[in-house]
C-alpha cells in the first residue's frame, strides 16, 4: 500500500479554508480524468462508480501522501491504472477502496452493504496483503507472499490491482524518503515485475522493473539513460529510414501492416551489460520494429519480405505463434542486419496479438472479441498451481521457496512422445516434466528417455526434447530430487511425499519408544483401543498431550516433541485408575538392569532408509560400535557412538532424552566411517591406497587432502562405507599393509567433536 502520514480525524471543516479549496480541487481534477476513461461502463455502473469515489474521498479526509497531495489522489490513479485495462466495475470500485478498510477503519460488512459482496472479497484480499518488509524475519516476508498469490489465485483481479497499485508507488517513490528506496525497489524487482510478466503484462512488467533501476542504482541509471539518448539522437534517422522502407515493402505486397519502432528498456539494456560483461558500445541492438498485421497468415508473409530486403542474424529466430510462451505471448522474432551493421529486432504479430502481448490476462476485460485472450487461457494454469501447491505445502517459507522458482520467464518447450507440448521454466528435469504430466508419474518415475537415449534424472531439458518417462508401481520419490528439480509443483509434490513418509515412520518409532518406557511402568504393553475402556483410555491420554489423533501422538514422541516417558506415566497412571496392575519382577528388571537386552522396545537399527532415524555425523556410528540414541526435539530418534564427546554434552544437559538403541544382526546397507592415512609424498600413492580400498570391499564415499607438498608426509582423510567394525578393520589392515602409508586409523569422536 502507499505511504502516508498517519492519518487524522479532521473533518473538512477543521481544515483551514485555503488547504480545503486545494484538497477539493486536487481531488475533483483527479476523479475527472478517471471519468474520461471510464465511457465504456454503462451509465449505472459509472453512478455507481461516482458514488465509491465519493465514499472513499470522505473515508479518506485528512489523509495526505508525502508529496503533500490529499491521500485520495493514489486511489483515483490505481482505479485510471485498471480503466486502462477496462477491468469491469467491481474491480474500478475495489481500485478505488482499497486502501479503506487497512487505513480507515472500514469494515467488510460496511463494503458489502453498500458496494456488494464482491467489491467486499476483493478489498479483503487486498487488504490481507501485509507488506513486504525484507528487513523483518523471513517467515514473514513469505507469509505475506503467500497471501498475495493465492488472493491471486482465486480471482485475478486482486493483483491487478495490486500491480496498479505498486506502479503507481514507484511512479513516486522519488517522495519517500531515500533510505526506503532499497527496498521497495528490490521487492519490485523480485517479487512484482516477475508476477506482471508471468501474468502477461509486459507493459506494468517492463515499467516496473524501469522504475525499480531507477531508485535502486540512480547512478547507473542516469549514466545508461543519458548514453542512450545520445544514441538515440545519432540513429534516430537510420531507424525512421529502415521504418519507412519495410512499411513500403508490406504494403506494396498487399499486406495492410503497420512498423512501429521501439527501444529496449534501460533495465534489459543493463542486464544484459553486466551478465554478459559488455561495455555499452557492444550492445548492438537497442532498437527494435513491431510489425502489426492483420492475419496470422500475414505474419509468415511479413517475415519472408523481410528476410528479403534485410538479412537475417542466424540463430536469432523463434516462432512464439506456433509454440507461445507460457504466459500466452505469441510474435514471429528475428533479428535483422540493417544499414551502417545495425541489428535490430523486430516483432511480427497480429492486432490481437499485440493485445495480449502488452496486457496479459487483463485482455480478458480490455478487448471481449470473439476467439480473444481469455482470463481462462492466459496464466489459469500456474493460478491453479498455486492452490495445488498451498493444499500440499503450509508452511509459508517452503511455500515462498516452491512459487518463486515458477516466476522466472524464460522457458524450454518439449514434446511427449505423443506429440503434445509442455512448457517448463528453463532448467527444468525429467523430473520436472514427469510431475508436469501427472503427480503419480513423478512420483513412480525410475528412468527417463530423452531423443531416444537414457539420461539421468537430473538431466536439464532443451527446446525440442523428446521425453519419456518410465514407471514403476514400487518406485517412490528420492530425497535427493530435491536438489535439482525447478518446478515448484514437483518440489511441493516431492515434499509432500517425503513429509508423509516421515510421518508414518516416526508414528512406529513413537509407538515403539512408548513401549520401552511403559515397560519401564512396569506395564507389558500399549492397550488396544478395540473397546470402549481401552478408547477412554486414550481420549484422556490424547487431551493430557494436547494430540487430535493417537498416530499424531506417536508422531510427536517419535520426532521428539515429547518425551516417552512423561506420556509413558501418565499412561500407567490411567490404566492403573482401570485396575491394571503393574508386573513387580518387570518393573525392577527394566527400571535397574542397565544395557541388558531384555526390553523388547528397544529401537532396532538395521540402516534401512527412515526419515525418523539420523546417524550422528559427529561420531559416525557403524555397526559393531556401542551405541546410544538421542531424541532430538523435532528432528528425531539421533544414533551416537556411546563414547561420543557430544552425546555425553547432550546426556549431562537432558538425560530423560536418552533411549536403548541396538543394532540389528543383519545390516541392509554401508555405513559412512572417517579415516585418516599418513603417506609419505611420493608418485602414485593416491592411486595405490585407492586399490587398496577397492580390494577391501570399501565405497571411497569422500577424500579431503592439504596442500602438503613440500612435506615429507601428508594427511589423507577418507569417508569410506562399511558394513560394520569388522569389515572396517579388516580394510585398515589392508591399508596399513601398503606401500608408503605409515599410519592409519579411524577418526576417533573426541577427535572431531
Known amino acids: 500500500m502507499s505511504a502516508l502520514t498517519p492519518p487524522t480525524t479532521a473533518s473538512a471543516d477543521a481544515l483551514p479554508p485555503d488547504v480545503a479549496v486545494e484538497a477539493a480541487r486536487i481531488s475533483a481534477a483527479s ?84 458496494f456488494g459482496s464482491t467489491v467486499s472479497e476483493l478489498v479483503d484480499g487486498l487488504t490481507k496483503l501485509d507488506k513486504l518488509q525484507f528487513d523483518n524475519r523471513e517467515e514473514n516476508q513469505a507469509e505475506s507472499f503467500r497471501k498475495m498469490l493465492l488472493a491471486m489465485a482465486r480471482d485475478v483481479r486482486v493483483i491487478l490491482i495490486k500491480l496498479a497499485d505498486r506502479t503507481h508507488n514507484m511512479r513516486t517513490l522519488g517522495d519517500m524518503p531515500r533510505r526506503k528506496w532499497e527496498r521497495i525497489s528490490t521487492e519490485t524487482l523480485e517479487v512484482y515485475a516477475p508476477i506482471a510478466h508471468r501474468l502477461g503484462l509486459n507493459q506494468t512488467y517492463r515499467e516496473l522493473q524501469d522504475l525499480a533501476f531507477r531508485h535502486l542504482m540512480p547512478w547507473r541509471y542516469s549514466v545508461l539513460s543519458k548514453a542512450i539518448q545520445r544514441a538515440h539522437q545519432r540513429r534516430r534517422d537510420l531507424i525512421q529510414n529502415v521504418q519507412r522502407e519495410l512499411e513500403t515493402a508490406l504494403v506494396g505486397a498487399g499486406l495492410t501492416a503497420s512498423v512501429i519502432a521501439r527501444e529496449k528498456t534501460l533495465y534489459s539494456i543493463y542486464r544484459k551489460m553486466d551478465e554478459k560483461r559488455l ?31 534485410y538479412k537475417p542474424v542466424p540463430g536469432r529466430f523463434k516462432d512464439y505463434i506456433a509454440i507461445p510462451k507460457i504466459n500466452g505471448y505469441q510474435a514471429l522474432h528475428t533479428t535483422l542486419i540493417g544499414p551502417a551493421h545495425v541489428n535490430m529486432e523486430v516483432q511480427i504479430r497480429t492486432e490481437q496479438m499485440d493485445i495480449v502481448a502488452e496486457s496479459g490476462v487483463a485482455a480478458h476485460w480490455l478487448y471481449k472479441v470473439s476467439g480473444g485472450a481469455s482470463k481462462d487461457d492466459l496464466g489459469s494454469q500456474w493460478l491453479q498451481s498455486l492452490l495445488d501447491i498451498q493444499q500440499e505445502t503450509r508452511d509459508p517459507t517452503e511455500f515462498l ?60 531439458l532443451s527446446n525440442g526434447d523428446v ?20 518446478t515448484g509443483r514437483a518440489r511441493s509434490k516431492i515434499r509432500h511425499y517425503l513429509k508423509t513418509l516421515a510421518q508414518n515412520e516416526s508414528a512406529g518409532l513413537g ?27 486414550w481420549e484422556k491420554l490424547l487431551r493430557f498431550t494436547g494430540n487430535r489423533t493417537r498416530e499424531e501422538l506417536m508422531a510427536d514422541i517419535g520426532l521428539g516433541k515429547r518425551v516417552a516417558s512423561i506420556v509413558a506415566n501418565r499412561l500407567a497412571s490411567l490404566l492403573q485408575a482401570q485396575g491394571v496392575k503393574p508386573d513387580a519382577l518387570m ?51 539421533v544414533v551416537h557412538t556411546a563414547d561420543c564427546t557430544v552425546a555425553r554434552r ?3 544437559k537432558d538425560a530423560e532424552r536418552f533411549i536403548t538403541v541396538e543394532w540389528s544382526d543383519e545390516s541392509t546397507r554401508t555405513f559412512p566411517v572417517g579415516v585418516a592415512v599418513t603417506v609419505s609424498n611420493g608418485k602414485g600413492v593416491l592411486a595405490r591406497l585407492a586399490a587398496a580400498l577397492t580390494n577391501a570391499d570399501a ?33 585398515l589392515r589392508l591399508v596399513r599393509r601398503t606401500p608408503s602409508v605409515l599410519r592409519a586409523a579411524r577418526i576417533k569422536p573426541a577427535a572431531s567433536a
Open 279 to 309: 561495455s555499452f558500445a557492444q550492445v548492438n541492438d537497442l532498437y527494435g520494429l513491431r510489425v502489426i498485421v492483420s492475419s496470422v497468415a500475414s505474419c509468415y508473409f511479413a517475415l519472408g519480405l523481410l528476410h528479403q530486403i
Open 699 to 731: 565405497d571411497i564415499v569422500h577424500m579431503g587432502m592439504a596442500d602438503e607438498s613440500a612435506r615429507d608426509a601428508a594427511e589423507m582423510r577418507f569417508i569410506l562405507g562399511v558394513r560394520n567394525t569388522a569389515h572396517l578393520d579388516a580394510v
Open 650 to 652: 547432550l546426556r549431562h
Open 511 to 537: 509407538e515403539k519408544m512408548l513401549a520401552q518406557a511403559l515397560r519401564s511402568e512396569g506395564l507389558a504393553q500399549l492397550p488396544a483401543d478395540d473397546d470402549a475402556q481401552s478408547q477412554d483410555i
Open 467 to 486: 521425453v519419456e518417462i518410465v514407471t514403476a508401481p514400487v518406485s517412490s520419490p528420492n530425497p535427493a530430487w530435491l536438489g535439482f528439480v525447478r
Open 401 to 460: 521457496d516452491n512459487v518463486k522458482g515458477d516466476l522466472i520467464p524464460d522457458a524450454v518447450y518439449v514434446f511427449t512422445p505423443k506429440g503434445q507440448i509442455m512448457a517448463l521454466p528453463n532448467g527444468a528435469t525429467v523430473v520436472d516434466f514427469a510431475y508436469a504430466i501427472h503427480s503419480s508419474v513423478g512420483d513412480h518415475t525410475v528412468a527417463a528417455k530423452v531423443n531416444g537415449e537414457q539420461v539421468p534424472l537430473r538431466s536439464e
Open 587 to 637: 518393573l525392577t528388571r527394566e527400571r535397574f538392569t542397565e544395557h541388558e537386552k531384555l526390553s523388547q522396545g528397544a529401537v532396532v537399527l538395521d540402516g534401512s532408509d527412515n526419515a525418523a532415524i539420523k546417524y550422528a555425523t559427529c561420531c559416525r556410528p557403524i555397526p559393531g560400535d556401542p551405541v546410544v540414541g538421542y531424541l532430538g526435539r523435532g528432528e528425531g530418534l
Open 31 to 114: 476523479f475527472a480524468a478517471l471519468e474520461s476513461k471510464i465511457a465504456y461502463l454503462g451509465d449505472e455502473d459509472r453512478q455507481l462508480l461516482g458514488s465509491a469515489y465519493r465514499f472513499a474521498d470522505r473515508v479518506h479526509l485528512g489523509q495526505m501522501r508525502k508529496n503533500g497531495e490529499p491521500y485520495i489522489t493514489h486511489p483515483i490513479a490505481v482505479a485510471s491504472q485498471c480503466a486502462d485495462w477496462k477491468l469491469d466495475t467491481p474491480a474500478l470500485i475495489a481500485a478505488l477502496l482499497h486502501d479503506a478498510m487497512e487505513d480507515c477503519d472500514v469494515t467488510k460488512s460496511d463494503l458489502a452493504e453498500q
